[in-house]
């Protein structure tokens, strides 16, 4: 029996509102049908734009760090970081590991992800 990734979900107060910050974010269309309740982002090419993300209300607001995060890849970690922040993210903090970069953010309600150069 082989098990395969659907869709990484998020947590979140307004699914259509955080949808709509990663579709920017990704360049991915939130899939139609979108409500404060449930959202979706779904894979156009699994290969190139990754798995299916999911957006669903729920009642707590986040408290403390992601036990899961998104790690994205750029190869202009400036150019994309200002893109970002002009979003809506926040910048965490700055890690440079030799010859390895990133940058920690946190999407409008708070949720870590990091943006690594490539």
Known sequence: MALEVLALTIDCADASAL???WSEALGRPVNP?????RARIAATDPVTTGPTLSFLQVPEGKTVKNRLHLDLGSP???AESERLLALG???LWDVER???RWTTFADPEGN???VVAR
């Open 33 to 37: 049908g979108a409500t404060e309740q």
């Open 112 to 114: 870590e992800f990091d």
């Open 19 to 21: 949808a709509r910050f």
């Open 89 to 91: 993210a926040t910048r």
């Open 98 to 100: 030799g010859d390895v």
């Open 76 to 78: 202009d970690l400036a």
